[in-house]
Structures are given as structure tokens and as C-alpha cells.
């Protein structure tokens, strides 16, 4: 959620299977029947049980850690979403009544920008919905250096939600120090590895060269345990200064690791995708498209229809709340399989939405 990266401790559960089996415990998840179904054995779980799973994710197993997490997995596939992305901003740092409360994580305002320019060369087909809010046409798609905007408001790379304030970890100078040391070591270890697969796989092949790789793994002494993948043709790596103790997959073992691109490079690369975000932008908006920003990274775009579907959708009297988000979440996605990945898109929207800035 809003471009978090998963916890150590989240990470951790899915990458011991204590998870396994979840249809939304993925980012990308098969559909599971049952998950979307639920079951008569399960339980909400309030926001104060959420609190205290994320305080013993990094601890010892203990009979409160499992029961939390079992009525977690008990939990329809939708309402066990909504717990993985609260305990991903919590073990973020953000604030807890922040991310107890949707209408402070979710409503947000912004500024979009009327020119001159825009008004001649303005795009006055499609519709943009950025950020939960309904800009309104004609539509200036432009670019500036590695950025693109739309009516000057930032859609590439997308903004990061202003409620939301990731609290970072400070480390010493010695840490600092530590971690790189680290790293420079791991580096070290892995290309020594990957030449000596590649070496021994040129001369005697694939299968034995990954059975010779694990023994000659043994004589590092910051790996703790290496296990291969034949599937992937790569080793996984457990390694010993790592309190998550997560495996690392290491990628390049069946070619040699390329070059690491210099900043200029990358920088180079940054504004070629920028011109190509643009063009894209501007194509879909002539083909009459609705192209949906936010801040979690949810972007797509549908047809031009759906402006009056959420229209419909908002000021139904009969539907409650939960049941607006939903048929948001339906409206976005196009089918009720995938809508689940529309949640943030959805919960923007509802929360913004504002019936002037809809219906002008």
C-alpha cells in the first residue's frame, strides 16, 4: 500500500509459509475459493488486534502470536487484505491513528492548474482520475525532465500520499559502516560463486556444477545455509548477519551479472520512460479512455462510460459504504476476480469524491 515495501516481519511469516495458502497474501494472488467465500469460523479482527500482531512479528512464537495469526487466515480474502496492509504501515512507521482511520489515510486534496497553453493544445477526450479526484478537461499532458503531468498534476512517477509519513530508522556511523561492509562482502561472495557455476557448468554441466557449488559455498563464512533451485538455475542464500533470516535469491547464475549501469545511465533511462509515459497518456485520453492514477501504485485505464457509473455508484441511497467501495473496486478492475487489486483506487475515489467536481 502507497509504495511500502513488506516488513521484515511480514516478509518473514510468507517466506516461512506461516501464510501459505492465503489467496491475499500475495500481491498478485491466484483466486482462492474459499478465502472469497469465507467460512463460518471466521472472525473480524479488530484494529487493536492488528497492533499487537505487529508487535510480535519480530518475536518468538508464542500461543497469542499463532492465534492472532490463525484468525488472520480465517478471515475472507478481502478483509484479510485490508490486516496485511495495515500491518505493512504500521511495521513502516506510520502513525497508528493514521492508519486506524481511512478518512485520514484516504482523503487528500489536490491542485490541478489551468494554462493557456493547456486550453490550445489541451486534450479535450478522455477523462483523468488522479489521486481519487476528477480532473477536468481539456487535458495538458507534459513533460518536464524525468516528471509528467497532466493539468500540472504529478502522474509519473506517481506522488507519494502526503498522510502517510514513513518513519525511517536512523543509524549510527558505525551501522552505516557495518551494513556496507556487509554488503561489499555479499557482493563479493556471490560473484565468487556465480564464476565458479559458471566455470565448472562449461566443463562437466549443469547438475553437477550445482551439487559442486554447495560444497564450495562452505568455505564462506558469512553464508549460514545455501540451498539451489534447479527451477530457476539459482541458489537461494540464507545469510549469517540477516535477523530476518530470509533466503535471498541470487539471479544471474545462469549468465554472467551484467554491468551496473552508471547514474547518468540511469538517469538517461529515466527520461526515456518518461517520454514513453507521456505518449502513452496522451494516446489513451485521444481513444477516449478514463486513465486512473494513485498513490499505491494502482494505475489502468477503462472506458469512458465509467465516469457515470461512479456517479450512479457514490449517490445510491441504498448501497452502504462497504458496498460503494466494492462496486468501485468491480468498476476499476472490469470483473469481481481481480478487483481486490483496486482497493487504494477505490477508497480514493470514495473518499474524495465530491459531487460538484463530478457532475460540472
Known sequence: MFKQTLSKGIACLLALGLLGGLGWAEKRPAKNEEGSKGTQASQSISFE?????????DGPETLEKTRLIQKWRSLPREEGEEVFRRLDLLNSGVDPSIVKDDVKLYKTPIYPKKSILGGILGIRSGTVIAYGHLLKPPYYVERKGEEVFIN??????????????IKMKAFTEEEKRQREKERKEECETVNALADYYLEVKAKEGREIASKKLLEFAKRFENIEKIEWDDEIESPFITWKH???KIATAIDYFAYPAPPRPTKEELRKDRIKLAKQEKESCELGLRNNRILTFDYSGETGGMDSDAKESVINIMENPK???KEKIKKLMILLAGDEDTAWAYDDTAKSI???YDPKEWKE
Open 242 to 244: 540477516s535477523k530476518s
Open 152 to 165: 500540472g498534476i504529478r502522474v509519473h512517477p506517481l506522488m507519494s500520499n502526503p498522510n502517510v509519513k
Open 350 to 352: 470514495f473518499y474524495n
Open 49 to 57: 488486534e492488528i497492533e499487537r500482531l505487529h508487535l510480535l512479528f
Open 319 to 321: 448501497l452502504s459504504n
